[in-house]
């Protein structure tokens, strides 16, 4: 079946580092999307791409999907205490209509 | 809107209990699903639905039932609880438009099987 693997698992920053989380898939996705969540909190929809090759921003974050659509990435600049958590992707595709699977996301510490 | 709504917040089971998690959404969307998580695992797929009186086996469906009479319902029954479902539990619902799927997730439901 369709598999996401996302790394890295932990990310350690000083507060004003950069971070990237990377996904990518073993079969073509029809779309991704990225959510976070927050210590003790439940996942919260950040933003889904569609396109091949489609970058969108939010801020201080980009988000990439891949040419191949096998693959995406966040990345923040300049990170904050705020944006600690865990980041994940999940991804759609295949033909199992409705079958999505997350990556096991990356756990973000940032040091003030 | 109340959103994703998830009952109850806590669980303790014995080993063999049976019990229903309740999870219901007034967005009147189509699709809904169920997740665990743990720790080190990410969001695990255990049944999903696309529309009432629909549903479909997700990545780790074994020991759980679910179905979707109503649009705005889609409960989760552990059928003979086991220590191996202790776990978050999570529902989530979506529009759906082609693939493309935005899923608003309820507060969880913490459980534990001693």
């Known amino acids: 079946g369709q598999q996401v693997m996302q790394i890295p698992q932990y990310q350690h920053v000083q507060e004003g580092e950069d971070f990237t989380t990377y996904c990518n898939s073993s079969?073509?996705?029809?779309?991704i999307q990225w959510y976070k969540q927050r210590p003790g909190g439940h996942p919260v929809f950040l933003i889904q791409l569609v396109k091949s090759g489609e970058v969108k921003k939010q801020k201080r974050l980009t988000f990439q999907f891949g040419e191949a659509k096998k693959n995406s990435s966040l990345h923040i600049t300049a990170t904050q205490t705020t944006d600690v958590g865990t980041y994940f992707c999940?991804?759609?595709?295949?033909?199992?209509?409705?079958?999505?699977?997350f990556g096991q996301g990356t756990i973000l510490t940032v040091h003030p | 809107n109340a959103g994703v709504t998830q009952t109850p917040k806590f669980q303790v089971l014995k080993t063999g209990q049976s019990m229903t998690l309740q999870c219901a959404q007034d967005?009147?969307?189509?699709?809904m699903s169920w997740y665990r998580q743990d720790p080190g695992m990410g969001l695990r797929l255990i049944h999903y639905?696309?529309?009432?009186?629909?549903?479909d086996q997700g990545e780790v469906p074994n020991g759980y039932n679910v179905s979707r009479s109503t649009t705005e319902d889609f409960p989760l029954r552990l059928l003979s609880a086991a220590p191996s479902q202790t776990s978050v539990y999570f529902c989530?619902?979506?529009?759906?438009?082609?693939?493309?799927?935005?899923?608003?997730f309820g507060p969880g439901t913490r459980l534990t099987v001693t």
């Open positions: 989530a619902s979506s529009y759906l438009a082609g693939r493309a799927y935005e899923q608003y």
């Open positions: 079969t073509t996705l029809s779309n």
């Open positions: 999940e991804g759609a595709g295949g033909t199992s209509y409705g079958k999505l699977t």
């Open positions: 967005m009147n969307h189509e699709y």
């Open positions: 639905s696309v529309g009432a009186g629909i549903t």
